[in-house]
């Protein structure tokens, strides 16, 4: 992926950035949580859903450094969010426990505003 411009690769990655409003500190945080999961994991580098761990992973990247694996796994967490959170991507929500800890895991926390405004709006046009 290094040195190569591609105008998808920046949709994405502002898609990816926008619905992903938690920094990699909250999202680790939170992945040390037990409501993060619903097994213990004895390592706390390896605490929190795998989808959680992956996305963490893809935040303390330079987009120059990005896997075929983690675009794919973008893919899937603008898909998922923008899916979950429907016409009301906008507008911070409670919704349910459960719900919102599966967002949470993709580190979207929708209590939250969307974190950019240029992937917002890139988000909007391609999922509405």
């Known amino acids: ?3 190569r411009a591609d105008p998808e690769l920046d949709e994405l990655w502002n898609e990816f950035h926008a619905v992903v409003n938690m920094t990699s500190r909250e999202l680790n945080d939170w ?3 037990d409501a993060a999961t619903d097994t213990a994991e004895e390592v706390p580098d390896r605490a929190g859903a795998p989808d ?7 935040l303390g990247k330079r987009r120059t450094d990005l896997t075929d694996g983690d675009l794919s ?9 923008t899916a979950e959170r ?3 991507l906008d507008d911070p929500e409670a919704g ?4 919102r800890h599966r967002l949470m895991n993709l580190g ?8 950019s ?6 988000v909007r046009q391609r999922h509405h």
């Not at 959680?52 to 893809?58: C, H, P």
């Not at 349910?96 to 719900?99: L, N, R, V, Y």
């Not at 405004?117 to 890139?122: F, I, K, W, Y």
């Open 1 to 3: 992926m290094a040195g």
């Open 31 to 33: 992945l040390l949580t």
């Open 52 to 58: 959680g761990r992956r996305v963490l992973e893809i």
């Open 73 to 81: 796994v973008m893919r899937e967490v603008v898909s998922t969010v």
């Open 86 to 88: 429907g016409e009301g």
């Open 96 to 99: 349910t426990d459960p719900w």
């Open 108 to 115: 979207h926390d929708p209590l939250r505003p969307l974190a």
């Open 117 to 122: 405004d240029e992937g917002v709006s890139r």
